[in-house]
């Protein structure tokens, strides 16, 4: 059974971190690429950071430059979204996602699999 399981979100101030997990099984994880994406209320999904099966990472959210990083450790199977200065407005459910390449993408129905999503909430 093909599982993604984010962790790690909660409730933080402005200006502080947060690190979210997500715990992949179920498939063959060096060969697919893993996204996070986020949503929040009353706004459409956004893709946010991926990084590819090789290792190479892209950004698809300006607002997050220089403040989330994303990371991984294949032998664990674990990709990790580092956010650090957050603000109010980075409040949102945030999903990881699995894409069948080793290519990223910023196109949601492109992946393949998601996890339930992780709550982020920042106060201002």
């Known amino acids: 059974e093909v599982q993604l399981v984010e962790s790690g979100g909660g409730l933080v101030q402005a200006g502080g971190s947060l690190r979210l997990s997500c715990a992949a099984s179920?498939?063959?994880?060096?060969?697919?690429?893993i996204g996070w994406f986020r949503q929040a209320p009353g706004k459409e999904r956004e893709g946010v950071l991926c990084?590819?099966?090789?290792?190479?990472?892209?950004r698809y959210a300006a607002s997050v430059k220089g403040r989330f990083t994303i990371s991984s450790d294949n032998a664990k199977k674990m990709v990790y979204l580092e956010m650090n200065s957050l603000k109010p407005e980075d409040t949102a459910v945030y999903y990881c996602?699995?894409?069948?390449?080793?290519?990223?993408?910023?196109?949601?129905?492109?992946?393949?699999?998601w996890g339930q999503g992780t709550q982020v909430t920042v106060s201002s």
């Open positions: 179920g498939f063959t994880f060096d060969d697919y690429a």
């Open positions: 996602a699995a894409r069948p390449s080793y290519l990223c993408s910023a196109y949601g129905p492109a992946y393949y699999y």
């Open positions: 990084i590819s099966s090789r290792g190479s990472t892209t």
